[in-house]
């Protein structure tokens, strides 16, 4: 749980170098994936919390028991972006030991749960100190 996306201070995220790739990579995936919506985000010291809307055109339920990776689905998505950091800070000799292997993910069911989560994401840096991954 080190601190590789930046500080914060006063409730202020502050992004080095890293953290500032990391989020302009998220902020492009709207630009740069047709069925992928980044709603909102935040990259905090030493993790990355996004609502990201998925539109699929096939409405076909496909599952993947630990084959190849789906195009498309959510997996596919955050392994490109935690590649696309990686790769990242590895041409820039930035400190960085990578991610954990896995994700945790929910589905949004209704408006009260997003409004929950949305406010969650925005208020991230301003409650940090309680954050069960807060690490000075």
């Not at 790739?21 to 994936?33: D, G, Q």
């Not at 190849?68 to 998505?77: D, K, M, R, V």
Request: net charge positive; with cysteine.
């Amino acid at each position: 749980m080190k601190n590789f996306f930046g500080y914060i201070e006063n409730g202020i995220m502050y992004l080095n170098e890293l953290g500032k790739f990391a989020c302009e990579y998220m902020e492009n995936i709207n630009t740069n994936k047709e069925n992928a919506r980044i709603i909102n985000h935040v990259i905090m010291p030493n993790h990355v919390h996004a609502i990201i809307k998925l539109k699929n055109k096939k409405s076909e339920k496909r599952s993947n028991n630990f084959g190849p990776l789906i195009p498309g689905s959510l997996s596919s998505l955050i392994n490109h972006y935690k590649g696309g950091v990686t790769k990242y800070a590895n041409r820039n000799n930035l400190p960085w030991n990578g991610w954990h292997e896995r994700f945790h993910d929910n589905i949004i069911r209704d408006f009260n749960q997003y409004e929950k989560i949305n406010d969650y994401i925005t208020n991230n840096p301003i409650n940090w100190n309680s954050d069960r991954y807060f690490h000075q």
